[in-house]
DNA sequence: TATACTTATGAACAGTTGTTCATATGTATA
DNA sequence: TATACATATGAACAACTGTTCATAAGTATA
């Protein structure tokens, strides 16, 4: 935590910066940006909500959220490929579910920074 | 949670889906896929990481991250308007910090999706 | 005030993304 | 096998996004 400033040398441009070594590989942070990339569209959270009360076909899922079958199966495609959800087929129908409990947690804490 | 699947009726057309008054708001479900929107972006998550360490002045986040002036400038705008960072003009300078620890949670567990 | 330095901003452009439409694939049943 | 139902997918298109370039705005100092 730094939340006041110091005054002293900042703006000498011969500061070191050192803090460099605290940033995590440049690999993982492009798959960090991707996942949040991925909660990052009002149809895969409205999916992502959906599935939070119970596994859900692929059509129900659309009938639900308001959107069409196909858009529908194209975010879930994005959503299988983030490991956010999981499914299942059961005869005619694919049942799709939340892949765990991260999910939960992700979406919580956005909420709590939006609401605070 | 709902990790199994029961077979029962699901593909009745006449399911009544009612989980969706699960859903919140569609105003709320906008907001929320917003502030995801600003995680998902490589350079404005080397901007938190960098400020993770320590408030920094606009022109060493450049340099730390390797983005020109310009683009870490319009990046900020963006963390600003997220209420991610807040700054502190100090003379010529403009320090950044993070807003809250809510950044360093909503961070770790991204990661923490991502390495599981 | 003139100059240098730091940050912010607008316009333009290229790259990305999400939807729609048409259709293919997969499955069950008559 | 023929038909109907459910899902997946490719192409095309419009909308959005992030960077660059040029420059404006803000601040300190000679």
């Given at each position: 935590?730094?939340?006041?400033?110091?005054?002293?040398?900042?703006?000498?441009?011969?500061?070191?910066?050192?803090g460099?070594?605290?940033?995590?590989?440049?690999?993982?942070?492009?798959?960090?940006?991707?996942?949040?990339?991925?909660?990052g569209?009002?149809?895969?959270?409205?999916?992502?909500?959906?599935?939070?009360?119970?596994?859900?076909?692929?059509?129900?899922?659309?009938?639900?959220?308001?959107?069409?079958?196909?858009?529908?199966?194209?975010?879930?495609?994005?959503?299988?490929?983030?490991?956010?959800v999981?499914?299942?087929?059961?005869?005619?129908?694919?049942?799709?579910?939340?892949?765990?409990?991260?999910?939960?947690?992700?979406?919580?804490?956005?909420m709590?920074?939006?609401?605070?």
């Amino acid at each position: 935590m730094a939340s006041e400033y110091e005054i002293t040398d900042i703006s000498s441009d011969s500061e070191d910066l050192t803090g460099i070594d605290q940033m995590p590989d440049e690999e993982l942070l492009y798959e960090l940006a991707d996942l949040f990339k991925v909660f990052g569209d009002t149809t895969r959270i409205k999916i992502l909500y959906a599935l939070m009360d119970k596994d859900l076909r692929v059509q129900d899922i659309a009938d639900l959220i308001g959107a069409t079958q196909s858009a529908v199966s194209h975010q879930l495609r994005t959503l299988k490929q983030a490991r956010l959800v999981k499914f299942q087929r059961e005869g005619k129908n694919v049942i799709y579910s939340l892949s765990d409990d991260h999910v939960h947690t992700m979406l919580a804490q956005g909420m709590t920074h939006i609401c605070e």
